[in-house]
């Protein structure tokens, strides 16, 4: 029997930054955990950015997981705003990276297209699916049904990427 592999989904933001932990062997998937760290709205951006970090770690010290996956961001809202989340998204890489996990990242499309099997599936439609998916799943908003998501999108393709990773 192959071992289960436990893989943390994050969505990053410095509001709310979603998280969602599923096992996978095969192609079998089984909910673990799901939530939201949600740093300070006060504070300096150093703070914030600092108890996001901090939140993060303690998810990862919860759930144990062997791989990350982190969605890519697209963001309409402005320079300011892309740039702050550019900084949320860094902490969100990094704190898994300096713990010696392998963190694969995923366009927003490609996680939609995996989970729904359309690359413009509205929030509505990725919930269902992942209910669907996981359905002993407790999902406590958008931001944790959107992590289990792109878990969920990192198991269906990450042994493609092992099986490239072997042939370079």
Sequence with gaps: MTKPVRIIGIDPGLRRCGWG???AVDNRLRF??????KPPLEGSLAERLAALSEGITGVLDDQA???VAVEETFVNAGPRSALILGQARGVVLVTPALRGLPVSEYAANLVKKSVVGTGHADKN???LMVKTLLPTATIKGADAADALAI???HA???G???RAKALA
């Excluded at 673990?32 to 760290?37: E, H, W």
Aim: net charge negative.
């Design 156 to 158: 269906h393709h990450r």
């Design 32 to 37: 673990v955990a799901g939530g939201t760290v």
């Design 151 to 153: 878990a969920i999108c």
């Design 125 to 127: 439609q990725i919930q």
């Design 65 to 67: 997981p062997d791989e």
């Design 160 to 162: 493609a990427a092992m």
């Design 21 to 23: 932990v599923i096992e």
